[in-house]
């Protein structure tokens, strides 16, 4: 399909937030908005579950329009924001599998282990993580990202102090 196509359909979509980020004290949780708490049923008996979140601290104009970086925190060559996972891109969508803590369906939270979002973020939508369709058995990284861990830490991935 050619880009001119794209643009010029006029597509647009609406999100809206299924819950909110939460911190208390060294807590994390979701706080799911009341109309879906049904889509609570069974979460409980996963592990992990795949949170996608927006990055509300950088939906502006500026981030929106940030395509490549010439110079990333780490040691890695310029890189267009398909090949990193900075919260700067068109459009401002945070990914994270986060450990199951608890799952609370009549106040609609779910306690998780670490996430890299702040307090207040709203939540897009969450997935069970299922091993078989998330995880890849053979994966290439290029050079300069050979070093980095594996797997996930247990604890999962936090915001930085």
Request: proline share 7%; glycine share 6%.
């Amino acid at each position: 399909m050619k880009n001119d196509k794209i643009a010029s359909s006029g597509n647009q979509y609406q999100v809206f937030p299924i819950g909110i980020i939460r911190r208390q004290d060294k807590d994390t949780y979701v706080e799911v908005l009341a109309e879906y708490k049904p889509a609570l049923k069974e979460l409980e008996h996963w592990s992990h579950v795949q949170i996608l979140w927006w990055f509300n601290q950088f939906d502006d104009d500026e981030s929106r329009e940030t395509i490549q970086f010439d110079k990333a925190s780490y040691e890695a060559p310029p890189l267009g924001v398909f090949a990193c996972r900075s919260p700067l891109r068109p459009n401002p969508i945070g990914l994270t599998t986060a450990k199951i803590l608890a799952v609370d369906h009549e106040i609609g939270i779910v306690q998780i282990g670490a996430i890299d979002a702040f307090d207040g973020t709203p939540v897009l939508d969450m997935k069970a993580y299922i091993p078989s369709m998330d995880r890849v058995k053979r994966v290439h990284v290029p050079e300069w990202a050979a070093e980095w861990p594996e797997w996930v830490p247990e604890e999962g991935i936090g915001l930085k102090d």
